[in-house]
């Protein structure tokens, strides 16, 4: 049975990459031909998702500092981060966890709310946002993710190398860095995809595994380091629907021994059902105050 030694995607080096796919599967055939209106690069590393024309939503951990009034780039457009709400119940990581047993870090990981909005100062007319599912019954759904951070296969695990910058998106940040506000993101990577099936779920988590072989769906997959707050929608009536936030991943073993996203991983969302009348209520305040 697979316990919790979780890594939160960003944070520490161990965390999400953009897609572990099957091995046994051309890994071209999960590349996104165009990415969706929703999808939006945060600074650095890590994903947001378009839910309403002034407003993100994603990880909360993926926020690495103060980003008031950071400008963003919105699918070539210009925007600027007005406001940084977290959920009261988010708790910054205090870093140090060391080799050693997962369960400390696991238990603080399974005990926040890792959720966060970003207000953006103008409104995006050039994007459609997505709706959010408002039921509960996410367990059995059938599920997309999508990320651009590391890659590897079930076998090999994410390899942490593929989620470094190549060498021509270093040499582009370092002669852009000094005529823009705007910072490095992830955009010139390759968007991914992939599928999977909500095996479970609590108060705040949606969970899933990366099967395997006739276990596994055609494109199943599992997240890696640089993925955290990408979407996991779900359609319905041919609508995508929000559903979770790349977050975590549950594993079982000694911290310094942790390998993510290989056949058997557990991979952790946040439930967002469980926030929409705290994302509701928060965007009716601020709407209340302009």
């Excluded at 999400?16 to 046994?24: L, M, N, S, T, Y």
């Excluded at 951990?61 to 981060?81: A, S, T």
């Excluded at 990577?189 to 909500?198: H, V």
């Excluded at 926030?275 to 509701?280: A, E, V």
Aim: negative net charge.
């Amino acid at each position: 049975m697979i316990k919790i030694l979780t890594i939160t995607f960003l944070i520490i080096s161990f965390a999400c990459p953009a897609v572990v796919k099957r091995h046994d599967v051309q890994p071209e055939m999960y590349e996104v031909k165009k990415n969706p209106d929703f999808f939006i690069d945060m600074p650095h590393e890590g994903a947001a998702v378009l839910i309403d024309k002034y407003w993100l939503v994603t990880a909360a951990h993926v926020v690495f500092y103060d980003y008031h009034d950071k400008p963003i780039m919105l699918h070539g457009v210009e925007n600027r981060i007005e406001r940084v709400i977290f959920h009261h119940g988010y708790k910054e990581d205090p870093g140090n966890w060391g080799p050693g047993a997962a369960k400390p870090l696991i238990d603080f990981l399974s005990s926040r709310d890792d959720i966060v909005l970003l207000k953006l100062a103008e409104p995006v007319e050039h994007l459609k946002p997505i709706s959010r599912y408002y039921d509960n019954k996410e367990i059995g759904e059938e599920v997309t993710i999508f990320g651009r951070g590391a890659t590897g296969t079930g076998l090999t695990g994410e390899i942490l190398t593929t989620k470094a910058p190549s060498l021509w998106e270093s040499i582009s940040n370092t002669i852009r860095s000094p005529f823009t506000d705007l910072d490095e993101t992830q955009a010139n990577r390759t968007l991914n995809n992939y599928k999977n099936i909500i095996e479970s779920a609590n108060e705040s988590w949606l969970m899933f595994r990366f099967d395997k072989a006739d276990d596994a769906l055609p494109l199943e997959g599992n997240v890696g380091s640089g993925d955290s707050g990408g979407p996991a929608i779900m359609i319905r009536n041919g609508i995508p629907l929000l559903i979770g936030l790349a977050s975590w991943q549950e594993y079982e073993g000694d911290l310094e021994g942790y390998v993510g996203g290989k056949y058997g991983a557990v991979s952790v969302f946040v439930r967002i059902s469980s926030y929409n009348q705290w994302i509701d209520k928060t965007i009716l305040a601020y709407r209340n105050k302009t």
